[in-house]
């Protein structure tokens, strides 16, 4: 009808001839339509009808409106209060699940159902990402799954494992938790089948003190620390020395995850079905589909997020494009004011736009469980609830060993343990059979200084040895005196092999002593990846499996591994569009929005193909 109408009202006399109305037209060489009446109720783009007159006005003017009211094409709106005409004509306010979305003084907001917590709504009573308060996340579980009641952190283990301490561990086997999670055995005996032994039953091997069957053991499969890949909602195993896992219900397999279709944007509906996400909106998957929010500040206008008080192509309202020459400052005008800079008709503040810091065409990174900013003109990162920036990167402050409460504090490895980060205070965990002793791990059973405890008065006088927790003058059986203290070198992680011979074990691991050979086991959840323990929960270069490297989205791309899936976070300014990150205001294959594609000879500007 619109185009039609454009035809009539330029050429009046085939509308005559054709017996059609030129009703809003004011002559055959005007484009104007101010006040000239609808025609049947419709006005040409740019102009609405107003119901009360019949006349045609401007989209925005508030002829025939109250006070305080705009003539939209659905009426006399409100811009500073409806959510469905935010700011302008046709600019819609989202929200993200749990919340409803609000229109305060023309800029979108929303409020939540439950609570707040950054741009989501979250119920703390039950959310593990947000346990009893917003950003307070519950630790990742080997063998297991964290989980959250009432708003305290627990866990919930696989089948064969039992709850001990925040770990899931297999009481069968773990000589820290030898046939309970109170038992640990004294160094150099290993736990087989519940007891601490000198040796291993028939069939089993010993890995670091544990006895497993390395056909069917899902942390030793077909070798010791060879542990199978345990993606969040999975529970794995071990066959004929093969890794797998199953998902748990009523979750569904897709390749190395397990994943939500009505929830998982990135499977929304069946695996590898992605959700587009616009530049300054976020995809998310509901069980009718896959839509999107906005971020706060900007409005729903078609396919896009927009804000309607600097983009030229919606200025003041969805529907509003400003005119050749003339730029978008709240409304459109022919000049940028106060400080902005005109960058391609939309005025910007360069000292604190994302998509624009310090000058037209830097667009700023967005970092894992973080968002691109722009601070005094240059590029910077905004960390989710939880997370601290470090040096770029959004970090857990309060478990993370290399930033441990601090940006620059690396907690130190300890021989015969590993270090860990709890509550943002750096700790050790010691192998079976050693105790924390001034920071160390001691074997209160072998040390010369700490010979039955910890501290001076259990220090052995001169030419003395401590054997078995007591000090004599003597080593008893096999045990080799080192310096006083008498050990097994075939199973000593300070003594393995000979006396000076310290086994270490990288991050993430302990280490163990076989044979009077080093080695280490991987603590779960992190599994051997060429020599490293990594989580394949979160690891970009080893996600869901040792060596699967997430790719990224092409230039203005982060590749990220979130829940052992592989997604990718755009540039600030930058649309998810399939797989790539693209300008949806310059790229004829997505001109306007992921997938409007510009034919022939047009490029795309503005957003638009011409």
Not at 365 to 370: Q, V
Not at 493 to 515: E, I, L
Request: proline share 6%; glycine share 14%.
């Amino acid at each position: 009808m619109a185009g039609l109408s454009r035809v009539l009202c330029v050429l009046p006399l085939l509308g005559l001839l054709l017996g059609l109305s030129t009703a809003g037209c004011e002559s055959e060489l005007s484009a104007s339509l101010e006040g000239k009446l609808c025609d049947q109720g419709q006005c040409l783009a740019g102009y609405t009808c107003d119901q009360a007159t019949n006349t045609c006005v401007k989209v925005g003017a508030s002829v025939g409106c109250q006070e305080g009211e705009t003539t939209c094409s659905t009426g006399c709106k409100r811009l500073d209060e409806d959510p469905e005409n935010c700011g302008g004509c046709g600019a819609v306010c989202t929200a993200p699940l749990g919340g409803t979305p609000r229109c305060t003084r023309y800029e979108c907001d929303f409020d939540c159902e439950i609570e707040r917590c950054g741009d989501t709504c979250v119920d703390p009573s039950s959310d593990p990402l947000n346990c009893g308060a917003c950003g307070t996340r519950c630790a990742d579980v080997g063998g297991g799954t964290a989980i959250c009641t009432d708003g305290v952190c627990g866990i919930t283990c696989n089948a064969g494992l039992d709850a001990c301490g925040g770990e899931c561990v297999d009481v069968m086997s773990n000589p820290s938790r030898c046939g309970g999670c109170d038992t640990v055995c004294p160094a150099g005996l290993v736990c087989s089948l519940g007891e601490c032994s000198e040796t291993c039953a028939a069939g089993l091997e010993n890995c670091g003190g544990a006895c497993v069957d390395l056909a069917t053991s899902p942390l030793h499969c077909g070798g010791c620390n060879m542990g199978c890949p345990n993606p969040p909602g999975s529970i794995p195993s071990c066959t004929d020395s093969m890794c797998d896992f199953s998902c748990e219900d009523p979750l569904l397999e897709c390749g190395t995850a397990c994943v939500d279709p009505t929830s998982d944007p990135n499977n929304c509906g069946g695996c590898d079905n992605g959700c587009d996400a616009p530049a300054n909106g976020m995809a998310i998957c509901t069980p009718a589909g896959c839509d999107f929010t906005c971020d706060e500040g900007f409005a729903k206008c078609g396919s896009l997020c927009v804000d309607t008080m600097s983009d030229p192509s919606h200025c003041g309202g969805c529907t509003t494009q400003c005119d050749p020459g003339e730029v978008c400052d709240v409304m459109c005008t022919t000049e940028c004011s106060g400080g902005k800079t005109n960058c391609d008709g939309s005025c910007l503040d360069t000292t604190s736009d994302p998509a624009h810091c310090g000058d037209c065409v830097t667009s700023c990174p967005a970092p894992a469980n973080g968002a691109p900013a722009c601070s005094d003109s240059q590029c910077d990162v905004t960390c989710d609830n939880g997370f601290s920036k470090c040096d770029g990167e959004c970090v857990q402050l309060d478990r993370d060993i290399y930033h441990c409460g601090l940006c620059e504090r690396e907690c130190p490895p300890v021989a015969n343990g590993s270090p860990v980060c709890v509550s943002s205070q750096c700790d050790i965990v010691c192998n079976a059979g050693y105790n924390p002793c001034n920071g160390a791990c001691i074997n209160f059973q072998s040390d010369n200084a700490n010979c039955g405890g910890c501290g001076e008065e259990y220090a052995c006088g001169l030419n003395e040895v401590c054997d078995q927790g007591e000090c004599t003058t003597a080593c008893s059986g096999d045990l080799e005196n080192c310096d006083g203290s008498c050990v097994d070198t075939a199973s000593d992680t300070s003594h393995c092999g000979d006396c000076t011979t310290v086994c270490m074990a990288p991050a993430n691991a302990t280490p163990t002593c076989v044979g009077s050979t080093c080695g280490y086991n991987c603590n779960p959840p992190h599994i051997e990846c060429d020599g490293a323990c990594v989580n394949t929960a979160t690891d970009p270069l080893n996600c869901g499996q040792c060596g699967r490297v997430c790719p990224d989205g092409g230039p203005g791309s982060t590749a990220i591994c979130e829940a052992s899936k592989c997604t990718i976070a755009c540039n600030a300014g930058l649309s998810l569009c399939g797989k790539s990150c693209v300008d949806t205001n310059t790229n004829k294959n997505h001109c306007g929005g992921c997938g409007i594609r510009c034919m022939g000879q047009q490029s795309c500007v503005g957003g638009m193909c011409q």
